[in-house]
T-cell receptor, first 111, second 115 residues
Framework: DAKTTQPPSMDCAEGRAANLPCNHS???????VYWYRQIHSQGPQYIIH???NNETNEMASLIITEDRKSSTLILPHATLRDTAVYYC????????????FGQGTELSVKP | GAGVSQSPRYKVAKRGQDVALRCDPI?????LFWYQQALGQGPEFLTY????????KSGLPSDRFFAERPEGSVSTLKIQRTQQEDSAVYLC?????????????FGQGTRLTVV
C-alpha cells in the first residue's frame, strides 16, 4: 500500500504557484520523498526528490517539514502544460527501489 | 535513443491469445521495472530486474504473466491466455542504480486491450 496521502484534485490559475501537499507520517529515516507526474496518455515523469533538506530544480521546489511527516511540491508559475496527475511517493530501499504509487493529485491549471 | 522505448504502443488481443510486450531501457541502466496501470488508477508494480536477475516478481497477478531480461538490457513481458481483466497500460521503467535517491525513467507504455 502507498505510504502517502494526497488530495484527489486541485485547481490552479495559470501563472500562479501550484502548491501540492503530501502527508507521509510513517516515513522512516532512510526513505526519500519522490514526486512524479503523469500527463494524459504518457508515462510518469520524474520531477524531484529529497531526503531532509528542501530541494529545487528547473521544474519545481520540494519543501519537506522538519519532522519529515509531510511535504509540499511547488510549481512556481504553473502553465496549462502542467495539468497532470501528481504522485508523491516514499521510496523504500527494502523493496528494491520499486515505486509504490497512490492515487495522486489531479492538478488542473486553468486559464 | 535517449529514453525508455516500449513497443508496440497499442495492442489489441482476442481473449485467450498470448501477447509479448517489449521494453528497451536506457543504455547502461541496471534496474528495470514493469508496472500495470488500469484506467483511472495509479501504476501498480509487477516485477523488477537487476541486470538479468529477476529479484522481485511479487506483483505479477497470476502465473499467466512472465517477464524476462536475458542479457540484462531488453526486457519482454509475456501474458499467456489473455483475459479481459488484463486490459491496461503496461509501463516499463529503468534506473541507473537500485538505491534510494535514484530516479526512474518511464516509457510511454503499451496499451493492451483484450476483446
Amino acid at each position: 500500500d502507498a505510504k502517502t496521502t494526497q488530495p484527489p484534485s486541485m485547481d490552479c490559475a495559470e501563472g500562479r504557484a501550484a502548491n501540492l501537499p503530501c502527508n507521509h507520517s510513517t516515513i522512516s529515516g532512510n526513505e526519500y520523498v519522490y514526486w512524479y507526474r503523469q500527463i494524459h496518455s504518457q508515462g510518469p515523469q520524474y520531477i524531484i526528490h529529497g531526503l531532509k533538506n528542501n530541494e529545487t530544480n528547473e521544474m519545481a521546489s520540494l519543501i519537506i517539514t522538519e519532522d519529515r511527516k509531510s511535504s509540499t511540491l511547488i510549481l512556481p508559475h504553473a502553465t496549462l502544460r502542467d495539468t497532470a496527475v501528481y504522485y508523491c511517493i516514499v521510496k523504500d530501499d527494502n523493496q528494491g527501489g520499486k515505486l509504490i504509487f497512490g492515487q495522486g493529485t489531479e492538478l488542473s491549471v486553468k486559464p | 535513443g535517449a529514453g525508455v522505448s516500449q513497443s508496440p504502443r497499442y495492442k489489441v488481443a482476442k481473449r485467450g491469445q498470448d501477447v509479448a510486450l517489449r521494453c528497451d531501457p536506457i543504455s547502461g541502466h541496471v534496474s528495470l521495472f514493469w508496472y500495470q496501470q488500469a484506467l483511472g488508477q495509479g501504476p501498480e508494480f509487477l516485477t523488477y530486474f537487476q541486470n538479468e536477475a529477476q529479484l522481485d516478481k511479487s506483483g505479477l497477478p497470476s502465473d499467466r504473466f512472465f517477464a524476462e531480461r536475458p542479457e540484462g538490457s531488453v526486457s519482454t513481458l509475456k501474458i499467456q491466455r489473455t483475459q479481459q481483466e488484463d486490459s491496461a497500460v503496461y509501463l516499463c521503467a529503468s534506473s541507473l542504480y537500485i538505491t534510494a535517491g535514484t530516479e526512474a525513467f518511464f516509457g510511454q507504455g503499451t496499451r493492451l486491450t483484450v476483446v
